[in-house]
């Protein structure tokens, strides 16, 4: 157990088929995983823990179900990306939906790199 606490990149290129809780993955810095199911709430959980991390680069969620889907995205917005300031940091979190690739991304990205048109909340 300690080498996962320890661990600050996750890869997994197959499919996990148990019930994984994206909450136990905050202390990594990179996440690519592949997931049977993904939950929304989950997700929105995860973005309030990442916006207090110092070291999070990106996660990313590809998946095959996705509970919650509409409340997530309708949560995003019509562009499927919002964004939030990080606390303690000039950086922003992006989040973006994708539902033609089935995946969910999560990226600290700096202030300028926000598109034009969109607020940062």
């Known amino acids: 157990?300690?080498?996962?606490k320890n661990a600050?990149?996750?890869?997994?290129?197959?499919?996990?088929?148990?019930?994984?809780d994206v909450l136990k993955l905050e202390h990594f810095s990179l996440v690519e995983v592949k997931m049977d199911r993904l939950r929304g709430k989950e997700?929105?959980?995860?973005?309030?823990?990442?916006?207090?991390?110092l070291e999070f680069a990106e996660f990313n969620?590809?998946?095959?179900?996705f509970d919650d889907e509409k409340e997530f995205s309708d949560f995003l917005g019509p562009d499927s990306m919002t964004f939030f300031q990080m606390k303690s940091s000039e950086d922003v979190l992006r989040i973006t939906h994708n539902s033609e690739v089935y995946s969910v991304n999560f990226k600290r990205i700096r202030k300028?790199?926000?598109?034009?048109?969109f607020s940062i909340y």
């Open 1 to 4: 157990m300690d080498h996962w």
């Open 112 to 117: 300028e790199n926000v598109p034009e048109g």
């Open 61 to 65: 969620f590809d998946y095959v179900n």
């Open 43 to 53: 997700l929105l959980e995860l973005r309030e823990m990442l916006l207090n991390r």
């Open 8 to 20: 600050e990149q996750l890869y997994v290129n197959r499919n996990i088929f148990v019930i994984l």
